[in-house]
């Protein structure tokens, strides 16, 4: 009997100490992400999310998806419509803001 393995599903950070690292999706379908060696500029801490919620939380620091099968399944967005062409109807728009001086809260 094969025992099922991990996946890798994307590439992002730690989130403790934000190096570089590989997601990876684990045989229960939830997302891991090991830190490499403090030598080789991490910091050694492994995450494990255990639920939907923390997978979105993991799926926010995934940088690239190896598939687009991946970001739909766990980033909790559905993913990018592959198959939508913009049409007319997709214009621009130019969202006003109010933009605030940070010294004394006036609108400038």
């Not at 919620?53 to 926010?60: I, K, M, Q, S």
Request: glycine residues 10%; proline residues 4%.
């Amino acid at each position: 009997m094969s025992e099922v393995k991990s996946v890798v599903v994307g590439y992002g950070s730690c989130p403790i100490c934000d190096h570089p690292e590989t997601v990876k999706a684990n045989k229960k379908g939830h997302l891991y992400i090991y830190c490499s060696h403090v030598a080789d500029g991490g910091c050694q801490v492994g995450t494990t999310s255990r639920s939907d919620a923390g997978d979105e939380r993991l799926a926010a620091r995934v940088r690239k998806w190896v598939k687009p099968e991946y970001r739909a399944a766990f980033s909790g967005d559905g993913g990018a419509d592959l198959d939508h062409e913009p049409d007319d109807d997709d214009d621009d728009e130019i969202l006003e803001a109010e933009i605030y001086d940070d010294d004394d809260d006036t609108e400038i």
